[in-house]
């Protein structure tokens, strides 16, 4: 997806990232013992990543809650405590929920899993895609077989746009992609559509209704307005020595199915224990086992983890000897994890407001500890080597870049130049506004901030968050004083009018 050039190093360095740390000597811990190993580890994390926002855990073992941790800020300037009840965004993981909840409509028959996709869908795909062999499951395995760049962009980034338009978009810019298991949140976009085309309700009333609150998550939700803006947990970030809070990206607008929810560590608690204890008052044993299962194959490793397979919004992957249910999430400013070991009735939950390797540290380590794995101090300890390198390589080029856009080159232009409303036929409008010395940047919902670096180029980033990057300015008018066009992050917006002037 070419949106995602202006977080590459931020995407490499994520994906690139396994896990560490000296953890389980293979004693046996009792549960105060456990937890104050736990305690002295994050806070080991939290000194050596610089880590200034907020890590909440969540461990249920056989049915019981382990573990309710929340270490670190919500809010650093505001000096807000994280705690169990505070809200994290979980990104991706939203598709083990929202996966859960189609199992749930298809046992209830008011979703047809195994129907052809082509007749729910509520618009027309261009000619060249073949649907013909599809079910309206596989939205919800990654293997539907639609390609399409702009609307998992417009609802996850930039909002304001009705269902007609995503319909349209649906239409005009879709494309067939190579068939197999492909990951995107197209899928699970495009399955909350069918659900409220069939029962005419959306995604977010349904799950709220038929899932979380008959398990009693009463603090979880796919809108932001549901909490005050100051007790959700904002993104934080470590560069060139400083802790940056930013504000959180999205609204409601683009809280979307494959990516929508906040939740706390004591619902997700909640959430673990209602899949581990088989809740069959909601979903049948059968209903668990196909959500669980690996419907798809797929083979390739996260970290210590070696996936196998897809089920309905849940990897199927074996974690040293045992096997294992997981999903993560990741957004600029976020990191999450969900872990089930069904044969041990165990789950984890790691949430954070700040992207770092610790992040991919912390599943290990819990792991480990937890199923007391004899010899894993050895690995988890060449594992910490080998990502401490890379993040140092990482932190030095992205302060190096944020460093050069910080230099203060001599521009033959004047900022009003630079302004404007720019469109692209398929992504929709950027604004450009001159305020004081520099330009800001407004893509639907996002907003950056950007450093001048010469030749009719920007440095654009985003406090609180890993996004960064470049948009270039091309004059082509016939007095070649005002802009006529820009590339951001490889896509070529024109100039419509001159708006957005600072008044």
């Not at 590459?8 to 740390?21: K, M, N, Q, R």
């Not at 304001?160 to 978009?169: A, G, S």
Request: charged share 20%; hydrophobic share 35%; net charge negative.
């Amino acid at each position: 997806m070419r949106f995602y050039k202006l977080s590459f190093l931020y995407l490499t360095l994520l994906l690139g990232c396994s896990s560490a740390e000296n953890s389980s000597s293979g004693e046996t811990l009792d549960d105060t013992q456990f937890e104050k190993k736990a305690d002295k580890f994050v806070a080991q994390l939290i000194q050596d990543y610089n880590i200034g926002g907020g890590i909440g855990i969540g461990i249920v073992k056989e049915g019981e809650i382990l573990l309710e941790r929340a270490y670190g800020y919500c809010d650093r300037d505001r000096e807000l405590l994280a705690t169990t009840n505070t809200p994290f965004y979980i990104a991706s993981i939203t598709k083990s929920f929202v996966g859960t909840l189609a199992m749930i409509l298809h046992e209830t028959n008011e979703i047809d899993l195994e129907e052809d996709l082509i007749n729910p869908l509520p618009f027309e795909l261009p000619n060249d895609i073949d649907i013909s062999d599809k079910l309206v499951e596989d939205l919800f395995t990654h293997t539907s077989g639609i390609g399409n760049s702009v609307v998992p962009i417009k609802t996850a980034y930039t909002g304001n746009f009705t269902k007609e338009e995503i319909y349209h978009d649906f239409e005009e810019f879709s494309y067939p992609i190579t068939p197999g298991y492909q990951y995107s949140n197209l899928g699970y976009i495009l399955g909350a559509f069918i659900f409220e085309e069939q029962l005419g309700d959306t995604w977010k009333n349904l799950l709220r209704t038929r899932l979380l609150d008959p398990i009693g998550m009463s603090n979880t939700s796919a809108d932001v307005s549901f909490y005050e803006k100051n007790v959700i947990a904002k993104p934080h970030t470590f560069s060139n020595g400083v802790i940056k809070v930013g504000d959180f990206l999205k609204k409601d607008d683009t809280m979307h199915a494959a990516g929508g929810l906040f939740t706390t560590v004591e619902d997700m608690n909640k959430w673990m224990n209602f899949h581990l204890s088989r809740n069959t008052q909601i979903l049948s044993e059968a209903g668990f086992e196909y959500i669980h299962s690996d419907l798809v194959g797929y083979y390739g490793n996260y970290g210590s983890f070696s996936n196998y397979g897809y089920g309905l919004g849940w990897n199927q992957a074996d974690w040293n000897e045992y096997e294992i249910s997981w999903h993560g999430g990741g957004y600029p400013g976020y990191r999450s994890f969900c872990i089930l070991v069904p044969e041990e009735e165990i789950g984890i939950v790691i949430m954070m407001n700040q992207v770092t390797p610790a992040a991919s540290l912390l599943p290990d380590f819990l792991l480990g500890s937890l199923l007391e794995v004899p010899g894993f101090d050895a690995y988890l300890a060449e594992r910490e080597t080998r990502i401490s390198s890379r993040w140092e390589r990482y932190q030095f080029v992205r302060d190096s870049t944020l460093a050069s856009g910080s230099k203060k080159n001599t521009r033959e232009r004047a900022l009003t130049d630079y302004e404007g409303l720019y469109q692209n036929e398929e992504f929709g409008e950027v604004i450009v506004k001159s305020y004081d010395s520099s330009l800001n940047i407004l893509l639907g919902n996002l907003s950056f901030n950007t450093n001048y670096i010469g030749d009719d180029q920007f440095f654009f980033f985003n406090d609180g968050d890993q996004m960064f990057g470049s948009i270039d300015f091309y004059f082509h008018n016939l007095d070649n004083q005002l802009a006529s066009s820009l590339d951001f992050s490889g896509i070529e917006y024109k100039k419509v009018n001159k708006t957005g002037q600072n008044k």
